[in-house]
């Protein structure tokens, strides 16, 4: 494709190419508007009798009926979106195997976009003298000389000055306050990164000098920031958000988890003066468009979001950090399937920046590529002050005395008395929301299922519902079984976090307890209340699941049971280790962090298991040499290449019909190197009432497997019947 530089203009009546995020397979051809257009610029195009969203891509192609091609309606209120950005979304959508319409509606995910600019009306100082001064008056004009530099609205002014609006409004006819129109969308505060940050200790200030050294060479790098929970990778990185802002580009830091962005908020707020712009699912629209727009003016220096912040349309981006880079929820699981901390990399590499990925307990994937040299590494091996790591058992279950409906083992009780005594919170973790994972009659055996999935339907008792973890789908506890109409049979079987909160209720009477559940929680304000109240020292007792294995700060936690170490050892999921052993350093790492020391108990009835052994040992890179050896050998990833077909259909015959089909028609796969496994029911089988099948095509690591599947995939049709996506770099096998 031809590309032009930045700042290519198009004449009116030029023909020129348009991408929408249409499902339509290719740029289309549009004459330039009136005026003219930049080449990016977002633009509003007729399609049909509709008229949508585009971005000047290019010159026309040619190739339509010129007296067909229709003009372009008009050109948006907005930055045009930079060719780096572009090469981007091609990229990307090229790995990912996307379409580029489906690229480009990730990077125009904004509300407002077509509205025409909006003004607003704020009120400064004026040069007229009031006819008589009254105390009202001299509050509003003392607080427009200490305050007002930008101006004020109505509201902020009056409420400053403690004022009605119409003492303002009184001074404005005078001529006191002047009223002026501004666009409505303000520039972020700007950040000072020449405010001194913590002292650093020695680690850490080697650490952020090879981090500024790296974004001072205004090139591509990536480095694996590593250090256990609390030992100050958070201080070292905003080391280098100082550095990038100095250098006058912009920084973007990724975190997995919406909860974690208060407390960072609050913290970039003590470190450069101001809050940075955010973006994820908790903000309004309007501070969405707003932070849109000022990135791409440039006058958003930070943006802290969550993994869809990767496509906004920065001005110059200088540095991302991947916080917890190993979280697989930077992994999109619907639409485009990528993963944000891969892309992250392919965006930098795009602009001459850097990216910093940040974990205690690294993929598999950064730890190799940090030894194979493609990734530079950093250590921070001590807990910053005096908190150490928390010291680390295996309860064995085999030998623990538990009556049945019970999973508080004896030894981790007498832990968590031993706590309360002392005033000292405890976390009983275990990673399964609800009250019972599995409801069944005691009469015929019958487990109750979704309608529409093949899964099991969880108790949540807190709502009063049964609901359905695939989809969403919730029912009421039957009285009577479904399958054999036996009435007041239907048990709960096995634990979920609100059945350990009920049994801690009943084993500690006197503890105050809290929940943390992703699903408890109505709103990111609620579980920030929670997280603050519990922070601050109010609960004896915390039961919850992974969202407290994130990052939070718990000072006075010196206890960490782990209910069931063994659960995420079961699956047949490549990661399933690598993941039991991230995710079981996370929630130890939670223990002991201020200046009391920690210890974490685990649960297990396979003690001798090498991942359970590899955790307490604390023998990290032992594992990690152990699991690397393991997939090497295997030709898994990162060894090796995998990708994941995925065809679902409203007829479970037309799904394996066309697995089948794919399956017997390997020649591009096979030519390129790799197998094609498959087809097989995908583990959850049904899903929303679509029947779904799973093909799996592993490859050596140098093969070229984009363009190997999307030869072997062309000759499919697909409709809404019958559905087929592609996973490259699968992170779960559902
Ligand atoms: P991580 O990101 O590795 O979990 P943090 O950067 O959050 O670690 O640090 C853990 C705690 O220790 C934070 O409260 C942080 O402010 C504090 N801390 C870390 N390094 C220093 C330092 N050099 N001086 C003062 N406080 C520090
Ligand atoms: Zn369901």
Redesign the pocket.
Known sequence: MYRGGMGEHFHEGELIGVLTPEPIDRVLDYRAPEGGCWLGAFVEVPLGPRKVLGVVWGPGRGDFEASKIRAVSRVLDAAAMREELRVFLEKAGAYTLTPLSQMLRLASRVPGLSDPPSMRKIYRLGQGEPDRMTDARRRVIETLVEYGGLGFTLKELSDLAGVTSSVVKGLVAQGVVEEADTPRDAPYLPLDPDRAG????GD?AAAAEALRAGIRSGRYGTTLLK??????????YLEAVAETLKQGRQALVLLPEIALTSEFLT?VEARFGAKPAEWHSGVTMTERRRAWKMIGQGEAQLVVGARSALFLPFRDLGLIVVDEEHDSSYKQEEGALYNARDMAVLRASLNEAQVVL?S?TPSLETWANAAAGKYARLD?TAR??EAVLPAMRAIDMRSEDLPGQAWISPALQSEVAARLRKGEQSLLFLNRRGYAPVTLCRACGAQVGCDHCDARMVEHRFQKRLVCHQCGETKPLPETCPACGVEGKMAAVGPGVERIAEEAARVFPDAKLAILSSDLFGSARALKAQIEEIAGGETDIIIGTQLVAK?H?FPRLTLVGVIDADLGLQGSDLRAAERTFQLMRQVSGRAG?ADVPGVALLQTFQPEHPVIRAILSGDEEGFWRAEAAEREAAGMPPYGRLAGIIISADEAAAAFDLGTRLARNDGPIRDAGGIVYGPAPAPIARVRGRHRVRLLVKAPKGAALQGAIARWIAPVKTSAKLRLSVDIDPQSFY
Not at 198 to 201: E, P, V
């Open positions: 913590k002292a650093l200790t850490q250090g256990v929970t609390g030992s100050g990778k958070t201080e070292v913290r940040a205690a921070l910053f002050g990052g700060n962090r």
